[in-house]
């Protein structure tokens, strides 16, 4: 698919992947909306790259629509990346002092980092479903984002591996589900990406992290999230499929 004039939303465009997806879209000629919650790096972003911020809570269906709103008036939406994050609750199942783990920390966990995918994905693809058909009767495209912890989630992890376990199990049904109307869906499933939000905490993770990864020894970088995103929006033949962006990493159990 042609990224040049194509809209894009972008949701959780200001973080460290969602911000390198946007910069690496918009340097291939997409018209792209940011979407998310930190007002005033969203509208840094926007205003140094001359495109548009809408404030959006993922989890909300009006937010959502207003973000999707602004992209089709740039043009008719044709891509959208979901990058958002949230707060994530952890433990372990039964802790030390014999106490289960909190339902409110899971449900939570659940509601930002999987009820607020599915929001994105159906409200995308129902805006993406009415642009008109390019070659091959292809609409658009929808790129989500889990985790490896779906895989091998680490001690402690349940809610968030759960979650994210989740983003992987609905890709391939919503591409099935999409087919029909020519809109593809794919899933990344990061490793450890060193991201702006570690702050001072990055360099310690790195060498942490680094020498665990087999190839090559360093954590992820949030270009090489944004440069495999943009190979899934080009690509036609990617579909229904979540592709690991990790070293070959696979998570210890902690």
């Given amino acids: 698919m042609q990224i040049s004039g194509s809209s894009a939303i972008v949701v959780g465009g200001t973080g460290g992947l969602g911000e390198a997806t946007v910069r690496r ?10 979407a998310d919650v930190a007002d005033d790096k969203g509208k840094e972003l926007a205003t140094e790259l001359g495109i548009r911020y809408v404030h959006t809570d993922a989890t909300d269906e009006d937010s959502v629509l207003a973000a999707i709103a602004e992209a089709e008036s740039l043009g008719p939406l044709r891509i959208s990346v979901d990058t958002h994050g949230g707060p ?17 920390g899971f449900r939570t966990t659940i509601e930002f980092y999987l009820t ?4 994105i994905l159906r409200l995308s693809a129902a805006a993406i479903a009415k642009s008109e058909p390019l070659e091959e009767g292809g609409r658009g495209v929808i790129v989500n ?4 912890a779906a895989y091998e989630g680490q001690i402690g992890q349940l809610p968030y591996s759960a979650a994210k376990g989740g983003v992987l199990g609905m890709t391939l049904v919503a591409a099935r589900d999409l087919s029909p109307l020519g809109i593809r869906v794919v899933t990344i499933a990061p490793g450890t990406v060193n991201t702006p939000a570690y702050g001072k905490a990055a360099d310690q993770l790195e060498q942490y992290w680094g020498p665990q990864v087999p190839f090559p020894k360093r954590m992820g970088r949030s270009t090489e999230y944004a440069q495999l995103a943009q190979s899934i929006i080009e690509n036609d033949y990617l579909n229904g499929e979540t592709i690991r962006l990790d070293g070959a990493l696979r998570f210890p159990p902690k």
């Fill in 88 to 104: 994530a609750a952890g433990g372990r199942l039964v802790g030390k002092d014999g106490s289960p783990l909190a339902l409110d």
């Fill in 145 to 148: 984002t889990a985790s490896i």
């Fill in 25 to 34: 879209l918009h340097a291939a000629g997409a018209k792209v909306v940011v």
């Fill in 116 to 119: 607020a995918v599915f929001n």
